[in-house]
């Protein structure tokens, strides 16, 4: 037996149980030492824009722009920024509070769906916008938190991801009610829904963010429960989670990365956005961190998305009230 496995032997037998699980991911052989992105400084060229808290990012590869949606009094919501950085133009139209924001980007559809938590006329809803703010559709009952499936409500839903196909995915539940994942169709039917309030399989405590891999897999971050949880995009089965990567603090938002090799997960208590390795077709197994980006204390790094084209990430941090974008080094 080698004298570093000895060493390492020696170093867990000192430790706790769970110091001993932390201590695995550290030292884990999946890890990557060296930094797999660095942080573009100069962007956005006006950081100034950011007059309010940034809870979400959304990227629009097709046509190079960025979307950032913030809360605040007398604050623009919606903030549009070339990939470059260049500050365009911003619209407020119908948005109270927005926790989540997607840009869906096809040849036949180029659109922004916004998940509004308020509470007042224009809260618990899904709404669809053009490119520059136009109000197209609304999900939900305006105003009014709701469980109902006909017609459709939600309470405090925290993220929406749209497929190329226009199929939908929706987790309800940021802190209401509900503890809701919903797949509906591209007019707006349930394909299937799962989820309610607990701890056990298919069950949720705060699902906060999803998205969906290109072998069929959704994708969800089970924040109060501090794990991941993994469906079948066909039939909303169950296929498996993963928490050994969370116990210091749950997953905040979850997206892949380009080339579908690992997930950029958020937490957002512990300032931190962890790179894992994405398993391979047909199994789930166990979360391997491969690298970290440690960020300052009270960042709160809220929400995340990754541009499909150049493998940025771009990261809203609602503590410090901006969005930084980490560029890949290779």
């Given at each position: 037996?080698?004298?570093?496995?000895?060493?390492?032997?020696?170093?867990?037998?000192?430790?706790?149980?769970?110091q001993v699980l932390r201590a695995i991911a550290f030292y884990s052989p999946w890890r990557i030492e060296q930094q797999l992105y660095k942080l573009d400084v100069g962007w956005p060229k006006r950081p100034e824009y950011f007059t309010g808290q940034t809870f979400c990012v959304a990227v629009d590869p097709l046509h190079d722009l960025v979307y950032v949606a913030q809360r605040g009094?007398?604050?623009?919501?919606?903030?549009?920024?070339?990939?470059?950085?260049?500050?365009?133009?911003?619209?407020?139209?119908?948005?109270?509070?927005?926790?989540?924001?997607?840009?869906?980007?096809?040849?036949?559809?180029?659109?922004?769906?916004?998940?509004?938590?308020?509470?007042?006329?224009?809260?618990?809803?899904?709404?669809?916008?053009?490119?520059?703010?136009?109000?197209?559709?609304?999900?939900?009952?305006?105003?009014?938190?709701?469980?109902?499936?006909?017609?459709?409500?939600?309470?405090?839903?925290?993220?929406?991801?749209?497929?190329?196909?226009?199929?939908?995915?929706?987790?309800?539940?940021?802190?209401?009610?509900?503890?809701?994942?919903?797949?509906?169709?591209?007019?707006?039917?349930?394909?299937?829904?799962?989820?309610?309030?607990?701890?056990?399989?298919?069950?949720?405590?705060?699902?906060?963010?999803?998205?969906?891999?290109?072998?069929?897999?959704?994708?969800?971050?089970?924040?109060?429960?501090?794990?991941?949880?993994?469906?079948?995009?066909?039939?909303?089965?169950?296929?498996?989670?993963?928490?050994?990567?969370?116990?210091?603090?749950?997953?905040?938002?979850?997206?892949?990365?380009?080339?579908?090799?690992?997930?950029?997960?958020?937490?957002?208590?512990?300032?931190?956005?962890?790179?894992?390795?994405?398993?391979?077709?047909?199994?789930?197994?166990?979360?391997?961190?491969?690298?970290?980006?440690?960020?300052?204390?009270?960042?709160?790094?809220?929400?995340?998305?990754?541009?499909?084209?150049?493998?940025?990430?771009?990261?809203?941090?609602?503590?410090?009230?901006?969005?930084?974008?980490?560029?890949?080094?290779?």
């Open positions: 037996m080698g004298s570093a496995v000895v060493a390492l032997l020696v170093f867990y037998c000192a430790l706790s149980g769970s009094t007398n604050v623009p919501k919606v903030l549009v920024f070339s990939d470059e950085g260049n500050f365009l133009h911003a619209w407020n139209s119908t948005v109270e509070m927005p926790h989540g924001i997607f840009a869906v980007s096809t040849p036949t559809d180029t659109s922004v769906w916004i998940t509004d938590v308020g509470s007042g006329e224009y809260g618990h809803t899904v709404k669809q916008y053009s490119p520059s703010g136009k109000l197209i559709q609304i999900l939900g009952t305006q105003g009014k938190a709701g469980s109902g499936l006909n017609p459709l409500q939600f309470d405090q839903p925290a993220e929406i991801f749209v497929e190329q196909t226009g199929e939908i995915y929706i987790v309800d539940g940021d802190g209401g009610m509900n503890n809701r994942l919903f797949k509906l169709s591209t007019d707006f039917q349930e394909i299937w829904l799962r989820g309610e309030n607990g701890t056990g399989a298919g069950q949720f405590k705060i699902p906060h963010s999803v998205t969906v891999d290109s072998v069929g897999r959704v994708w969800v971050a089970d924040r109060g429960n501090k794990r991941i949880q993994v469906f079948d995009k066909v039939t909303g089965e169950w296929l498996g989670s993963w928490s050994s990567c969370f116990l210091e603090d749950g997953p905040s938002s979850v997206r892949l990365t380009t080339n579908e090799k690992y997930l950029i997960v958020v937490q957002l208590n512990i300032n931190r956005v962890s790179i894992l390795a994405a398993p391979p077709i047909g199994s789930i197994g166990d979360c391997h961190v491969v690298n970290i980006i440690q960020l300052a204390d009270e960042v709160k790094p809220h929400l995340v998305d990754v541009n499909v084209k150049t493998g940025a990430i771009y990261v809203a941090e609602i503590g410090a009230q901006q969005v930084q974008k980490y560029v890949p080094l290779n």
